[in-house]
């Protein structure tokens, strides 16, 4: 936080994974919101895994479902990745349901 108590994320981090085009636009306006400007996008889980194998993040926001594949497997593949950083960062799970 700023000294006035405001949100500042423009040295964070950040990896967005949703295989929708749309959900990551509307995720990407929200943390432009809060001042981040190192949203790396990703529109699968293994696109996602082989970027946390060589690059650290200080948040992830992975989508309950992304395609064919699960975020929940996705966190429980991270929290077991042995010998990396990113194993231990802290992780957002959205779900967004609609007619």
């Known amino acids: 936080m700023d000294p006035q108590g405001r949100i500042n ?3 964070i981090v950040i990896l967005l ?3 929708s085009p749309h959900g990551l636009d509307v995720l990407s306006q929200i943390f432009n919101g809060f001042g981040a400007r190192k949203l790396n996008r990703r529109t699968s889980v293994k696109a996602a895994a ?4 060589a ?3 200080d948040l992830i926001v992975v989508n309950d479902v ?3 594949e699960s ?3 996705f966190v429980h593949w991270l ?3 042995e010998g990396n950083v990113n194993s231990l960062a802290p992780v957002i799970i959205v779900a ?3 007619p």
């Open 9 to 11: 994320l423009e040295r």
């Open 66 to 68: 992304v395609g064919d």
């Open 79 to 81: 929290r077991r990745l």
């Open 71 to 73: 975020g929940y497997d």
């Open 50 to 53: 082989d970027y946390l194998r």
């Open 96 to 98: 967004g349901h609609t």
């Open 17 to 19: 994974v949703d295989a």
């Open 55 to 57: 690059n650290p993040v």
